[in-house]
Every structure is written in structure tokens, then in C-alpha cells.
Nanobody, 125 residues
């Protein structure tokens, strides 16, 4: 059974940085795409970054430059580095995995069938 476990969420001050981790386990064939999303109270879930199994990456425009996604295949872990955080970045952050060959790694929820439970990031002024 595929499981995703996020960690690294914390409370930080504006201007700070955080690194989130997502460990993937329980799969028999490696995922084809993974992504990070976030959801703030009262807002829709939004995609932050996506990565393919061969290290292709994509970022929606609002997140390019400040957020970085990468993987460590040995550790079965995908990371999200977040810099210059602002209070608007406060949200629950989720990682997601897709296992269908050829599926896009663009961070849209419908492309990903497996989700973690989320990790909370709180940014204070």
C-alpha cells in the first residue's frame, strides 16, 4: 500500500526558509510524478511544484524562483525548499504521487492518486 508522509512543517517568521520532506513507501514500481500542494483555510488547494521520476520539474508561475522541488531516490524522498516566506504562505502543505505512466507531473490535483496527510506551515509577520 502506497503511503506518503510529509514532515518539516513549522512556525517561522517572515523572511525565513523551510525545507519540507515527503517519504514515499509501499510501492512496487516507482512513481512517475510527484508534486507539492498547499491549502490555506477557506481557500482552494493550489499546486506549488511537480517533479517527474527522471527529474523534470515544473512550477506554476507564482511559485517559480522561491520554491524548489527535488528528489533523493536513495531515500525515496521528495523535498520542497521554500525561501523568503511570507504570512501568505501559511497553509497545510501536502505531497502527492502519481503512478500512471505518461501522466503529467504538472501540479494539478487530478493527476495524482496518492496523498499524504499534510504538514502545517505557519509564517508570522
Amino acid at each position: 500500500q502506497v503511503q506518503l508522509m510529509e514532515s518539516g512543517g513549522d512556525s517561522v517568521q517572515a523572511g525565513g526558509s523551510l525545507r519540507l520532506s515527503c517519504v514515499v513507501s509501499g510501492y512496487t514500481s516507482k512513481w512517475h510524478a510527484m508534486a507539492w500542494f498547499r491549502q490555506a483555510p477557506g481557500k482552494q488547494r493550489e499546486g506549488i511544484a511537480g517533479i517527474s521520476s527522471d527529474d523534470g520539474t515544473v512550477y506554476p508561475g507564482a511559485f517559480e524562483g522561491r520554491f524548489t522541488i527535488w528528489q533523493d531516490s536513495v531515500k525515496d524522498t521528495v523535498y520542497l525548499e521554500m525561501n523568503h516566506l511570507t504570512p501568505d504562505d501559511t497553509a497545510t502543505y501536502y505531497c502527492a504521487a502519481g503512478f500512471r505512466p505518461g501522466e503529467s507531473y504538472y501540479p494539478k490535483p487530478q493527476y495524482f492518486g496518492y496523498w499524504g496527510h499534510g504538514t502545517q506551515v505557519t509564517v508570522s509577520p
